[in-house]
């Protein structure tokens, strides 16, 4: 599983979009691998520029895998076996 950052989502999805980050994004959605948080989908949804577009975003990432955003920090450790972060001792 992958979360995609807002920045890589940005470079995939806009006209003058970088090419080896929309074919990668574009591989891993179809691959059925791709996460997403509520902090990740207010970041591209505010980022439309209509109704119209708005909607079939968020029909998009609505479709993906959701991780709670306050559970993102435990699935980032789950999925690489490594604690990230400050910790107390």
């Known amino acids: 599983m992958y979360l995609i950052d ?3 989502w940005i470079f995939a999805l806009r006209k003058n979009f970088h ?3 929309k074919d990668r994004i ?3 959605l ?3 691998t791709v996460a997403t948080t509520g902090i990740i989908q207010m970041e591209l949804l505010a980022g439309t520029v209509s109704e119209k577009e708005y909607h079939r975003l968020w029909s998009r990432l609505s479709a993906l895998y959701y991780i709670e955003s306050t559970q993102a920090r435990r699935w980032g450790e ?3 076996g490594k604690p990230e972060g400050l910790h107390d001792e």
């Open 26 to 28: 574009t591989r891993l």
């Open 30 to 32: 179809s691959e059925e």
């Open 6 to 8: 807002t920045s890589a």
């Open 78 to 80: 789950e999925v690489t």
């Open 19 to 21: 090419p080896t980050v």
